[in-house]
């Protein structure tokens, strides 16, 4: 079965890193695109960033100039590397995988991993 799992989170100060991690994992043809989102306490879930076959990329406005995407192919992992925290980055950051299981199956299925907790401090 597919799973995925995240990796990478932490506490840091304002101003502080992090770089996550999601690895896809299990039987599977392709990846088609891996995205991150995210869920502050008491709010929404919103897309952070995603990356697509051929590398492109997309970002939400708040991110776009402090965090960077990145997707290594060869081992179904995609990174998140996270500058310039602020304490409204706080939140549970989850990977999103749209996978193609088989070559017989052309669809495309989701699949969510359990979260990393992110905690910025002022």
């Known amino acids: 079965q597919v799973q995925l799992v995240e990796s990478g989170g932490g506490s840091v100060q304002a101003g502080g890193s992090l770089r996550l991690s999601c690895t896809v994992s299990g039987t599977i043809f392709s990846v088609d695109n891996i995205g991150w989102y995210r869920r502050a306490p008491g709010n929404y879930r919103e897309l952070v960033a995603s990356?697509?076959?051929?590398?492109?990329?997309t970002y939400a406005d708040s991110v776009k100039d402090r965090f960077t995407i990145s997707r290594d192919s060869a081992e179904n992992t995609v990174y998140l590397q996270m500058n310039s925290l602020q304490p409204d980055d706080t939140a549970v950051y989850f990977c999103n995988a749209a996978v193609q299981i088989s070559v017989r199956d052309a669809h495309l299925y989701e699949y969510w991993g359990r979260g990393t907790q992110v905690t910025v401090s002022s």
């Open positions: 990356i697509f076959s051929g590398d492109r990329t």
